[in-house]
């Protein structure tokens, strides 16, 4: 794109500009990420792994990609995040490509790992382009609406999966995703370098009420780990990790689930999947109506959507003899709470740290916190749903979110005190 052309758009048709590259891109992503759960059953019978072997390698991921989270997290605050995000499209599209021709199960480890560090390459500064560049009247917006973007991406993922799984070449998925990746980057490096030069995304004097950074900020705040102990992260902790189990890791295993429990194909397992993130777009408006209109305060309203998510667990439990589809309608209400939590503490909570120029260390250190969860519920539901079954596994749920919420209730009035001062 020229500049020239960039700057006869107005500001706020500018913003929609950047918001939907960086919304295509995070699409995008979710489905280079997604599409090994989506297709795990094939890939394990194909490459004759085993289930503890198909299931170590989502856990690496899960690992790579939250370490990776908090690495680039605070790289982030200081390198040029429009870079770090094009980095991140290349490195994941050629890994999906390479995946594609793998077989062995180290290589496919490997590979996947590597999916991992370059995927987290992409949140933290998109995160921070909202909090730094966009002008104050724009930022919430653009970082609630985001988070729209993962049930895009996961419909799209589960979809193509269906497919490739009913042609017998779930390769073909990892093929395609990949070079969509690559031609992304390919967009994403012609597009910005304009408009990170541009005059629009620079926040206007004196639009803040706190001592607001300015958009590409040269000189930093405290360090982020005191501005963490003040909001009281070591409270909210549980919570945080606790959402990452509960949507992520219950997400990931759903496919799984319901062939077992309800003996479906892998196709039709899958397809039921999709109809999960459809209804979680929902989540991320209830917890902006909560956040906004009832307690105005993430971790109180964060704690609600947990007791919601314990209500609808509960009943998973009471119905499990059912059938399929009234346990798809329970998960979906259920990962919908845990969507509109994901929506707060990875979107809305980050820009309480902009002032102090610490947006992006702060996402990608709420985010590690919540692939801490992640990583230990693609084991340890595998491991537990063996062990004990499922009944045993979903009341483990529901008990996990009541205590998330109560976590919640106990930070709520440290975290408001923090944002107020």
């Not at 500001?11 to 599409?35: E, K, W």
């Not at 996947?112 to 390459?121: A, D, E, I, M, T």
């Not at 017998?168 to 390919?186: D, E, H, K, M, P």
Request: net charge positive; with cysteine.
């Amino acid at each position: 794109m020229r500049s020239g052309s960039l700057s006869s758009l107005s500001i706020p048709r500018q913003h929609l500009f950047l918001f939907c590259l960086c919304a295509a891109a995070y699409t995008c992503a979710y489905m280079g990420r997604l599409n090994y759960s989506a297709c795990l059953v094939q890939i394990i019978a194909d490459c004759g792994l085993t289930r503890a072997q198909g299931g170590m390698i989502g856990t690496a991921f899960f690992v790579v990609y939250g370490c990776g989270q908090l690495l680039n997290g605070f790289v982030g605050d200081r390198a040029a995040p429009h870079r770090m995000i094009l980095l991140g499209l290349l490195g994941s599209g050629l890994s999906n490509l390479a995946f594609a021709l793998a077989h062995s199960a180290g290589v496919l480890t490997a590979l996947w790992c590597c999916n991992g560090f370059f995927q987290s390459l992409l949140w933290s500064p998109i995160i921070r382009i909202f909090a730094e560049w966009f002008r104050p009247e724009y930022r919430r917006a653009a970082c609630i609406r985001i988070n729209l973007i993962v049930p895009a991406g996961t419909v799209a993922a589960y979809l193509l999966a269906v497919l490739f799984i009913r042609l017998g070449n779930w390769r073909g998925q990892f093929l395609l995703v990949g070079a969509l990746l690559v031609l992304l980057s390919g967009v994403w490096a012609a597009c910005l370098a304009p408009l990170s030069r541009s005059s629009a995304f620079v926040p206007a004097a004196g639009a803040a009420a706190k001592p607001a950074a300015p958009a590409r900020p040269s000189v930093r705040g405290p360090s982020l780990w005191p501005l963490l102990r003040r909001a009281g992260l070591f409270i909210f902790f549980f919570p945080l990790a606790a959402q990452g189990i509960l949507k992520d890791g219950v997400t990931t295993g759903v496919p799984s689930f319901t062939a077992e429990a309800y003996g479906l194909t892998p196709a039709l397992s899958v397809f039921g999947t999709m109809f999960l993130p459809l209804v979680n777009l929902g989540g991320v408006y209830l917890a902006s109506w909560l956040d906004r209109r009832v307690f105005k305060n993430e971790l109180a309203s964060t704690g609600a959507l947990f007791l919601l998510n314990t209500g609808f667990i509960a009943l998973l439990y009471l119905a499990r003899g059912a059938g399929p589809w009234p346990a798809y309608l329970l998960l979906a209400l259920a990962t919908t709470t845990m969507m509109g939590a994901n929506t707060l503490f990875a979107s809305s909570m980050p820009l309480a740290f902009a002032p102090w120029g610490r947006s992006s260390s702060a996402a990608g250190v709420l985010n590690f916190c919540i692939y801490v969860g992640c990583s230990v519920s693609i084991w340890g539901t595998g491991f537990a749903s063996a062990a004990l079954g499922w009944g045993s596994t979903i009341l483990g749920w529901a008990g996990l979110s009541l205590a998330g919420g109560l976590f919640c209730a106990a930070a709520a009035r440290r975290w408001q005190r923090f944002k107020q001062t």
